[in-house]
């Protein structure tokens, strides 16, 4: 299962790190860094957290996060100011893991309001199968139909049948003669750190909405997922050590790690092993997966780098597709507050900005208050 689960959480969200890493200005080089760099965070901390717990604490980047970037305009000082937010961000995990008050604050947020924007962070990389569909049908079309069979088979499998079929598509349609296929090579990718710039616009802009979207849209559906398979879980020591490993690797382009609630309601039920006591070792199995698989990002990154940019996000939306529906389905559950997570869903998911501000930061705090005001109306 630990095998299956890192398969499946590499598989289905790669494509979105490298799509967000590469709005954000990253060149090739700096993509696979960033990618070399999340996936051997995400090991650390699957055999870190689950061998000192004795649960199977999964952890996965920050997959939302990648989306919320990949949605974002890359920012005024290129890579080097999405690298310093990427450590604000990480900092702000850090100290929530050492102020419970911080993280009782993120959970205070009405989660419709939480889903509102998720939603409306998922959205544009979702429409791109659509939009590719519609520009290059030869190419999406065996794709799209790999994903839809994988998701009536089982839906773990979707993303897996879906990553495979680019890869066919991939072999007829690059010329593996030409200079570029030729550099496909597996090797280490550069370790340099990203000169890291600071601004006020970019920590409201990029810091804190992928914060809160960590937190809110992985953070707390991981830990509840644990808690309903029973397990009993001390949320920060958990936090405060993704959020070291994220800080640690966030200079040189990583986007943050955080708690998983895909692979842990894979590792945490009976098809993990029938004694609950002894099933982190399955999270630990997957932690050894990921980091061998982090030895494997710039041939990865290569790879993607010879597909046309329209497949790479029509893969990426793919796997989105199902937390975009989770987000909207939680978004609008209570009717008689509908309107404040519209609002949030539409602002967040618009890409305007105010200020220098981006779009989802606007939206947490208009419908926050909307909703607020409407409460004591009511």
């Given at each position: 299962?630990?095998?299956?689960?890192?398969?499946?959480?590499?598989?289905?969200?790669?494509?979105?790190?490298?799509?967000?890493?590469?709005?954000?200005?990253?060149?090739?080089?700096?993509?696979?860094?960033?990618?070399?760099?999340?996936?051997?965070?995400?090991?650390?901390?699957?055999?870190?957290?689950?061998?000192?717990?004795?649960?199977?604490?999964?952890?996965?980047?920050?997959?939302?996060?990648?989306?919320?970037?990949?949605?974002?305009?890359?920012?005024?000082?290129?890579?080097?100011?999405?690298?310093?937010?990427?450590?604000?961000?990480?900092?702000?995990?850090?100290?929530?893991?050492?102020?419970?008050?911080?993280?009782?604050?993120?959970?205070?947020?009405?989660?419709?309001?939480?889903?509102?924007?998720?939603?409306?962070?998922?959205?544009?990389?979702?429409?791109?199968?659509?939009?590719?569909?519609?520009?290059?049908?030869?190419?999406?079309?065996?794709?799209?139909?790999?994903?839809?069979?994988?998701?009536?088979?089982?839906?773990l499998a979707a993303m897996p049948f879906a990553v495979c079929a680019f890869v066919v598509v991939l072999?007829?349609?690059?010329?593996?003669?030409?200079?570029?296929?030729?550099?496909?090579?597996?090797?280490?990718?550069?370790?340099?750190?990203?000169?890291?710039?600071?601004?006020?616009?970019?920590?409201?802009?990029?810091?804190?909405?992928?914060?809160?979207?960590?937190?809110?849209?992985?953070?707390?559906?991981?830990?509840?997922?644990l808690e309903l398979n029973g397990y009993p879980v001390d949320r920060q020591p958990l936090i405060r050590?993704?959020?070291?490993?994220?800080?640690?690797?966030?200079?040189?382009?990583?986007?943050?790690?955080?708690?998983?609630?895909?692979?842990?309601?894979?590792?945490?039920?009976?098809?993990?092993?029938?004694?609950?006591?002894?099933?982190?070792?399955?999270?630990?199995?997957?932690?050894?997966?990921?980091?061998?698989?982090?030895?494997?990002?710039?041939?990865?990154?290569?790879?993607?780098?010879?597909?046309?940019?329209?497949?790479?996000?029509?893969?990426?939306?793919?796997?989105?597709?199902?937390?975009?529906?989770?987000?909207?389905?939680?978004?609008?559950?209570?009717?008689?507050?509908?309107?404040?997570?519209?609002?949030?869903?539409?602002?967040?998911?618009?890409?305007?900005?105010?200020?220098?501000?981006?779009?989802?930061?606007?939206?947490?705090?208009?419908?926050?208050?909307?909703?607020?005001?409407?409460?004591?109306?009511?």
């Amino acid at each position: 299962m630990g095998l299956l689960a890192a398969f499946v959480g590499y598989s289905a969200s790669f494509a979105i790190v490298l799509a967000g890493l590469t709005a954000m200005g990253a060149s090739d080089a700096q993509a696979a860094t960033g990618l070399f760099f999340a996936s051997i965070g995400m090991g650390i901390c699957s055999i870190w957290l689950p061998a000192v717990t004795r649960i199977p604490a999964a952890v996965a980047w920050s997959t939302p996060g990648a989306a919320f970037l990949a949605a974002t305009a890359v920012l005024p000082g290129g890579f080097g100011e999405a690298v310093g937010a990427l450590i604000l961000c990480a900092g702000l995990i850090v100290i929530t893991g050492f102020v419970p008050a911080l993280g009782r604050v993120v959970a205070a947020i009405p989660k419709p309001i939480a889903n509102g924007l998720l939603a409306g962070v998922l959205l544009k990389l979702c429409l791109a199968p659509a939009l590719a569909l519609g520009t290059i049908p030869v190419l999406v079309l065996p794709v799209l139909v790999a994903w839809l069979i994988g998701l009536v088979w089982n839906r773990l499998a979707a993303m897996p049948f879906a990553v495979c079929a680019f890869v066919v598509v991939l072999f007829f349609v690059v010329d593996m003669s030409g200079s570029d296929a030729q550099s496909v090579t597996l090797r280490l990718p550069a370790f340099d750190p990203v000169p890291p710039s600071f601004t006020l616009s970019s920590f409201f802009s990029i810091a804190l909405p992928l914060y809160l979207v960590t937190m809110a849209g992985q953070n707390i559906p991981g830990f509840a997922v644990l808690e309903l398979n029973g397990y009993p879980v001390d949320r920060q020591p958990l936090i405060r050590k993704t959020g070291i490993v994220s800080i640690a690797f966030a200079p040189f382009g990583s986007i943050p790690v955080n708690m998983s609630a895909i692979t842990a309601a894979m590792m945490a039920g009976q098809d993990a092993g029938r004694d609950p006591a002894s099933r982190y070792w399955a999270a630990i199995t997957a932690g050894i997966v990921y980091v061998l698989l982090a030895f494997a990002a710039a041939l990865v990154t290569s790879l993607v780098g010879l597909a046309p940019l329209a497949l790479i996000t029509a893969v990426a939306g793919l796997a989105l597709i199902p937390a975009l529906v989770g987000a909207i389905s939680a978004a609008f559950a209570d009717p008689t507050q509908s309107e404040a997570p519209a609002l949030t869903f539409l602002i967040a998911a618009s890409g305007m900005t105010l200020w220098g501000i981006s779009g989802a930061f606007w939206g947490v705090v208009v419908g926050t208050l909307i909703w607020v005001l409407k409460s004591k109306t009511t």
